[in-house]
């Protein structure tokens, strides 16, 4: 069985949450008791209807204001797959919260108000789903009840969402799917209301998506997360590299060059749980050896050395600021990629995206909270990155604030 | 020839490691959270897993009500034993003798809410800058939203409305002196994933997570176990009944299931066939629609 991360945006009335709940409810992941805590919560406030949005609004603030605050993160599973939702709120302020939890997502569901087609939200979701990357899309025409389960009405939406969807390029996979999540059209069964719709339903589609490419498995890199020194007896002269693989394939007697000593060596062993394996891969968390004995610690980077990453203290990227004070273009942030931390500064900002109508402000100086835009940096120290587009894990990067300890934007490097 | 795509979970094991390892690596003295629960148990496997040969390079702590089933306290000295970790041990009852904490009264009194004192005191005294638990998002609603690498105050308080956002895999464990972070390494597991992981990798539980026959009363629809803690009231009768418990807590508050499920093969088919949440038994979260949210935010695990 494997995973499925995937992300829902959606504002208040679009039908986000009876999806959910539905998914939830028809995989069989919503309990009883969690029903009825949220059918008594429902006759308190007087609704009447059971409101699923209860299941995901966990917090005492989101439900006294019926709106939610912060990524859930929800669970189903079904024979197939697993599936984790980073279900995210669509409200424009929250323009953080859709690029946090789109971060981790293999696949973005973007829901669309049949009544109302291709709005100024949807752009806004597909313009981050394609900024964070995320090649997979399905564009959700829900309420399809309430346009008598209309082709017509289906087809004028998705071709208007394809017309504007041409201009992002990293959107590779566009599904479109007539639902009703409140009747379940579409959701786990083919809906007979739609027989001239010929594609698979939602849950179908999701179980079946291949997603097993998004990870690079081409340019081999590891950061060294922690250097592992037994100090027994029985492993004197142990020094082990302990990691995550976050791109290519390593396997034992691969010629690699340390980052930033230069230094060449082999891959002795790779161990995970004290097993010798053939290879690593990235997502795999493991441990390296080395033939020489060479000085590296966290921050370094091991990678082939046939096929190194970019370095440079000179940064091209798009970030997204995330804190309520303004960036001040001549503060220095600590930045962290990858498991490297360093100082940096906002050397210039070339422009900031109205991500309502995708159109570039220029003569911009500043960002404020929940902007998106494209900035020059400069680091105290190299880093060793690849551009965002090919390797997800090495590309990004977060700014903290030194003085608060916040983390304040969200970077993608070019 | 590998098709390089990792099973559910072996993705979740990687991204556990990897938390652990970043924890060693941003934090100066974390501490792990062990109270010999399930969900400990499999944390500090990933633990052991991380820093293979060497051994995990934090102690294992437990906050201990004093109200434990004996099989709990057994199984945690062992272990700790076994894997060669110090094991420091917050007593709820010094906190009362101390003041700090005071025992609650009436019927339903219970301890869990005074743990949260007694770890505050433990991590202020042993300095932890960050407390692994094994929190997982599935448990509770107020948990579904809370980050890997949970910040705390100085008061040790949650503020769930102003978290850090978490991207990929960077985490930011960077705080002001006396602040501290819960970090949650489990955090993506389901109760279905830990059953699933603890079969595949063969991890030994108390003996009270196997359906066994035990003397229990019925208080408010929970099943309780009869012992030292937990005494039949008048009008409660005393039945012996084939019991296991779910999760593990305070004898006085973890209600048992009723099951015949004494393998994990067959504790796994009726996690799966099960209809209630597995707190569904804990008194703790019954106290109110938020209870959860509102001892986290105090501090509570």
């Known amino acids: 069985m494997d995973l499925l991360r995937f992300t829902t945006a959606g504002s208040v009335d679009d039908g986000k949450s009876t999806l959910i709940g539905r998914l939830l409810y028809d995989s069989k992941s919503i309990f009883e008791d969690q029903l009825e805590a949220i059918e008594e919560s429902s006759r308190k406030k007087g609704d009447e209807n059971v409101n699923l949005a209860l299941l995901t609004d966990g917090l005492k603030a989101e439900r006294e204001q019926g709106i939610t605050i912060d990524v859930a993160y929800r669970y189903f599973a079904t024979p197939k797959r697993k599936f984790i939702i980073a279900d995210t709120p669509g409200h424009i302020q929250y323009t953080r919260n859709m690029v946090t939890g789109a971060s981790t997502a293999n696949l973005a569901i973007i829901l669309i108000d049949a009544r109302k087609g291709v709005i100024e939200q949807t752009k806004r979701h597909s313009f981050i789903a394609n900024l964070l990357r995320i090649k997979h899309v399905v564009v959700a025409v829900n309420k399809m009840d309430l346009v008598d389960y209309s082709q017509e009405v289906y087809d004028g939406i998705v071709a208007d969402y394809q017309s504007f969807a041409s201009r992002l390029d990293n959107l590779v996979d566009i599904t479109p799917i007539p639902i009703s999540a409140l009747n379940g059209d579409n959701i786990v069964e083919k809906s007979e209301n739609m027989p001239w719709f010929e594609g698979s339903s939602l849950l179908y589609h999701l179980e079946n998506v291949y997603v097993g490419g998004d990870e690079n498995h081409v340019q081999a890199r590891f950061p060294v997360q922690w250097v592992i020194r037994p100090q027994s007896d029985k492993f004197h002269d142990f020094r082990g590299f302990a990691g995550r693989v976050a791109g290519g394939v390593f396997r034992p007697g691969d010629e690699i060059t340390v980052l930033p000593s230069g230094f060449g060596t082999r891959v002795k062993k790779i161990f995970h749980d004290g097993r010798e394996m053939e290879e690593a891969f990235a997502p795999q968390s493991i441990t390296m050896t080395l033939e020489d004995e060479i000085d590296i610690s966290r921050g370094d980077m091991l990678v082939k050395a046939n096929n190194p990453p970019d370095q440079g203290q000179n940064l091209e990227a798009m970030i997204c600021w995330f804190s309520n004070q303004n960036l001040n273009p001549r503060a220095k942030f600590i930045i962290r990629q990858t498991t490297r931390e360093t100082k940096a500064i906002v050397q210039n900002v070339s422009y900031k995206v109205d991500i309502n109508t995708l159109r570039k402000e220029e003569d911009v100086a500043s960002f404020t909270l929940n902007e998106i835009g494209r900035i020059s940096l400069r680091t105290a120290a190299p880093l060793f990155y690849d551009s965002y587009n090919d390797n997800r894990h090495t590309g990004s990067f977060i700014l903290i604030d030194p003085g608060t300890n916040e983390t304040v934007a969200a970077g993608m490097l070019l | ?301």
């Open chain 2, 1 to 301: 020839m590998s098709d390089y795509t990792l099973s559910h979970l072996n993705q979740l094991e990687a991204e556990a490691i990897f938390i652990l390892r970043e924890t060693a690596a941003q934090f100066e003295n974390p501490g792990l959270l062990f109270s010999a629960g399930k969900d400990s148990i499999v944390m500090a496997h990933l633990a052991r897993k991380a820093f293979y040969p060497a051994r995990i390079p934090f102690p294992l702590v437990h906050v201990d009500t004093g109200h434990n089933f004996p099989e709990t306290i057994a199984f945690r000295d062992a272990y700790a034993e076994k894997i060669g970790a110090r094991l420091h041990i917050g007593l709820v009852q010094d906190s009362i003798d101390r003041g700090t904490a005071v025992e609650e009264t009436g019927a339903n009194a219970s301890r869990n809410k005074l743990q949260t004192v007694t770890l505050l005191e433990t991590i202020e005294e042993q300095q932890y800058d960050a407390v692994l638990g094994g929190g997982r998002r599935d448990e509770e609603k107020a948990r579904a939203k809370e980050r890997f690498f949970s910040h705390r105050n100085d008061f040790g308080e949650w503020d769930p409305k102003n978290q850090r956002p978490e991207l990929w895999n960077l985490f930011n464990g960077r705080k002001q002196s006396g602040e501290h972070f819960r970090v949650f390494p489990l955090s993506n597991f389901t109760e279905m994933d830990v059953w699933m992981y603890m079969h595949r990798e063969g991890i030994d539980l108390p003996s009270l997570y196997y359906a066994h026959e035990r003397e229990v009363v019925i208080r408010n629809g929970v099943i309780l176990a009869v012992s030292e803690f937990v005494q039949p009231r008048d009008g409660e009768t005393v039945e012996v009944k084939k019991i296991r418990f779910r999760t593990m807590g305070d004898a006085t508050i973890t209600g048992a299931v009723e099951s015949d499920a004494d393998t994990m093969e067959r504790i796994i088919e009726e996690v799966a066939a099960a209809r209630q949440t597995e707190r569904g038994n804990r008194a703790d979260d019954k106290r109110s629609e938020t209870a959860m949210e509102d001892r986290k935010k105090e501090g509570y695990f």
